[in-house]
């Protein structure tokens, strides 16, 4: 069965430089959430989206944005990196309707340098 | 006071012993997750609850509503169950998804 896809999976970057993540739902889920997992800490939630329009926004910098697109994946893009940047980056995606039972990525790991 | 509480942080035990991971939450919620993380890996969803019990080969986990709390169990354990363990909670508020601190579980062969 089809899983929620990332990609990269692994990205390294300098400084400044920007960096964008993508995630593919799994088909037919409407709701596609950001955390963000810096090392040894729990996932800190970034942004969700649900039916393309922005549902909630939690702790992103306001140098990263976000959006979905008409065939539900959606995008991060990171600017003006930072060294605490550096972190995995998970997208998780759940259909509101039904069960609701929610699926994640295997992240997308940034290295900041 | 974090909505979202487990315990215990950590816990190691012996190939074969029973473990008892607990969850409790302070918010009105929806559904109830557990997750598994191996090291410097992904999450995988375990389970997802609103009531009741879920049995899924070693693993079982329940849920009391009323009392606002969940466990996780898992059987005849393993080496290959060392990761860490996290609760996550859907608010019914606004459909925000909160997550524990997580359980870091380490079974010695």
Redesign the interface.
Known sequence: AAGVIQSPRHLIKEKRETATLKCYPIPRHD?V?W?QQGPGQ??Q?LI?F?EKMQ??K?SIPDRFSAQQFSDYHSELNMSSLELGDSALY?C?SRR?AG?????????SRLTVL | KNEVEQSPQNLTAQEGEFITINCSYSVGISALHWLQQHPGGGIVSLFMLSSGKKKHGRLIATINIQEKHSSLHITASHPRDSAVYICAVTLNRDDKIIFGKGTRLHILP
Do not use: C
């Open positions: 709701t959430y955390y729990d996932p939630f969700s649900y549902s909630d939690g998970f998780a509101r069960t609701g039972e929610l699926f994640f990525g295997e992240g």
